[in-house]
Each structure stands twice: as C-alpha cells, then as structure tokens.
C-alpha cells in the first residue's frame, strides 16, 4: 500500500520554471524507483522521467534532456522534477508514479500512481 501525493504544478509563461514534488507514504524507502509521466489533452500518457531508488541513476525522454532534472530524497521519501526552459508544449497533467521493475520507461511497469498535476505554460 502506497500513496503518492503530488504538488507544485500552476501556470506559468514558457521560458520560466516549476519544481514537481511528489511525496511517497507507506513504507516505500528505498525499495522503489519513480518515474514521471505527462499526459496532454486528447493524447496518451507518455514518459518523462525516472530515477532508481536503491541505486542511484536517471532515465529521459529525449524532448526533456537539458530541462528537466529528475532528483530524490530518501530520507524524505520524495521524488522532484526540475522544470526549467518551459514550454507551451509541455503543458500536461503531470504524474508521478513508483515501482519494483527494473524497467523504467513503460507505465506499465508502474503499479502506484499520483493524482496528477497540472502544469500550463503560456505562450
């Protein structure tokens, strides 16, 4: 059993940044990886981000590398995403999600999910 509770999405004008957090609850630690996911409107969810849990090392998509930062505190048992040089483009929910597979890339990998985020970037 494990919640994930999500903050910091908002609107903002493209050029400017946001810090997603993502607070992980029951008994997770170390035992996770996380990984972000966005989903804009009328199209799927895709991957944004992910990061392992026991062992330090970090996954991106090709359209966020340079921008975004994926990081983590275990001792706060929280997971952030750095977003800088926003765009009008990366406007999305935005969720955060944590899992025991090894891959990282597909949702489907996921088993616990955030309540999203959303994020708006103005043009």
């Known amino acids: 059993q494990v919640q994930l509770v999500e903050s910091g999405g908002g609107l903002v004008q493209a050029g400017d940044s946001l810090r997603l957090s993502c607070a992980a609850s029951?008994?997770?630690?170390?035992?996770?990886?996380a990984g972000w996911f966005r989903q804009a409107p009328g199209k799927e969810r895709e991957f944004v981000a992910a990061?392992?849990?026991?062992?330090?090392?970090?996954y991106y998509a090709d359209f966020v590398k340079g921008r975004f930062t994926i990081s983590r505190d275990n001792a706060k048992n929280t997971v952030y995403l750095q977003m800088n040089s926003l765009k009008p483009e990366d406007t999305a929910v935005y969720y955060c999600?944590?899992?025991?597979?090894?891959?990282?890339?597909?949702?489907?990998?996921?088993?616990?999910w955030g309540q999203g985020t959303q994020v708006t970037v103005s043009s």
């Open positions: 029951g008994r997770t630690f170390s035992t996770y990886a």
């Open positions: 990061i392992s849990w026991s062992v330090i090392d970090t």
């Open positions: 999600a944590a899992t025991r597979s090894s891959y990282l890339y597909a949702q489907l990998s996921y088993d616990y």
